[in-house]
């Protein structure tokens, strides 16, 4: 999947949560995603439900067992990253990542050293 492909939806809090599950801990069942959730633990069947609208967004698959289903990530974490990237610089800093940085120096929130990582990251 492109990262610049805008068909991509962005996720609700709870959605995300779950994809950071499936991210860290890889395929698992819902009650699997529950445990690794943070509390206030959500019931299962919203759980359950949340998992089914990831799995119609395009996010997750699940594999049967029976009448188990286990739930896994079919895009990668960078992937979902890119995408918010490129939103978040399209919506508030002109498609421009300059920008977007600049801001975040300006704002104290990236100090020189930083700054140099990051252009040390980019030459590798």
Sequence with gaps: MNHRNNTMKKLAQREEQIMQVLWEIGPAFVKQIIEALPEPKPHYNSVSTMVRILQEK???DHQAFGKSHQYFAKIT???????????????YFN??????VAYFAKKEKINK????????????
């Design 58 to 60: 395009g996010f997750i």
């Design 77 to 91: 974490k960078e992937q979902y990253q890119n995408k918010a990237v490129d939103d978040l610089a399209g919506s």
């Design 95 to 100: 498609n421009s990542i300059p920008e977007m």
């Design 113 to 124: 050293e930083e700054l140099q990582s990051i252009l040390k990251m980019i030459k590798k």
